[in-house]
Structures are given as C-alpha cells and as structure tokens.
C-alpha cells in the first residue's frame, strides 16, 4: 500500500498538527516527515547519555531535553526533534515545544539516518549560532564524534574511542565514554585477515 502523501503545511500549521499528532514529525520547508520507532540500543543510548550529562546541566541555569522537544532552525523553515537538546538561554523557557537558542546538540546515529545525521541535519545546525558542540554517539562501536564551534564560524572535530574521556566544553563536562554505553549491545569486530591467510 502506497502511503498518502502529505499536504504542505505551514509552520503555524506544522506545530497545530504536532500537538496533536500520535507520531512525531520532522518539518523541512513545508513537508512532514514521520520519525520511525528507534531501537532498544538507540534508546538505552539516549537514556545514558541524558543520565551522564544531567549533572553537568543542574544548577548551571540550563536544561536538558530528550527527544520529545523540537529543535527550530532560525534561517529556515525547519523543526527537527534531536536526541538530546541543551539550552542555557532563557528565551527557551517561554516555549513548550520548541527551542531555538540550544548550546548543545546530540544525536545517535542509525544506519538509516546517519547519512543526513552527518550532512544536511548539522549543515542546518550550524546556523543557529547560539549552538557550541554538536555530537554524534555511534551505536554499532564505542565511538563518539564531538564537534566543537571555533572562531570565523569554523568547526572543529575530536573523537573518542574505546578507553577514553569525553571533553563537552559547552557543559565543561569530562565522563568515560564507557558511560555511555551501559547495557548496550555493540556487535563484535570483525577478525583481521593476516597476511598467512589470504
């Protein structure tokens, strides 16, 4: 079965429709697009990293939010929902459901949206320029990408791998990434071929 396509919508009547809404909803430039159910690992994922980074956002003035809040790109007519959401400013406490004045960005990559994690998602981050890091968390290998905002609009990447210390600078957090992955379930790597056994 071919599935209705959606109606353009404005944003007035994206974020009516939202409220309502039993599925949420990623708005670009006038079309909806259903977020799909994530997996066990995907959640266990953004639980740990809202449990890990809570500390670093109490009492600082800041709040953090998983997943169910959505993300306005200024510039643009677009609403994401991100992972994890962290804002500081006080404007963001005068709406509900949107923030638009975030510091910090998480999102954990799948396979089907990694692509568009990496590429048009961040390129519309950018641009909000109260944003200061934004951070990929793998969920097939211990791996997190931290990118950090640095002058003239230029972005810096660190990663982090097995056995290290993640730095979040917008948060002055430091944690074991190993924190971050509690109860989930990481494939094992591949063996390496030797040269003895081609």
Excluded at 108 to 126: H, I
Excluded at 159 to 178: H, P, W
Aim: charged share 30%; glycine share 6%.
């Amino acid at each position: 079965m071919i599935a209705e396509p959606m109606p353009f919508l404005s944003p007035e009547e994206y974020l009516a429709f939202e409220e309502t809404a039993d599925v949420r909803h990623e708005y670009l430039d006038g079309e909806i697009f259903a977020m799909a159910g994530s997996s066990s690992d995907h959640a266990s994922l953004v639980g740990n990293i809202f449990v890990v980074l809570s500390p670093f956002v109490r009492g600082q003035g800041c709040r953090i939010y998983p997943q169910d809040v959505k993300a306005k790109i200024e510039e643009k007519s677009r609403y994401y929902y991100p992972d994890i959401l962290v804002t500081c400013d006080a404007r963001d406490r005068e709406e509900r459901y949107v923030k638009q004045h975030y510091t910090l960005i998480v999102e954990v990559l799948s396979e089907g949206t990694e692509a568009f994690d990496r590429g048009k998602k961040f390129e519309d981050y950018r641009r909000t320029e109260s944003l200061e890091e934004y951070v990929l968390v793998a969920q097939d290998r211990v791996c997190v990408e931290v990118f950090r905002r640095k002058a003239k609009g230029r972005w810096e990447l660190e990663s982090y791998g097995v056995g290290d210390e993640v730095r979040l600078e917008s948060l002055g957090a430091r944690f074991a990434i190993e924190q971050l992955y509690i109860d989930v379930d990481i494939p094992p790597e591949p063996p390496l071929l030797s040269s003895g056994n081609v």
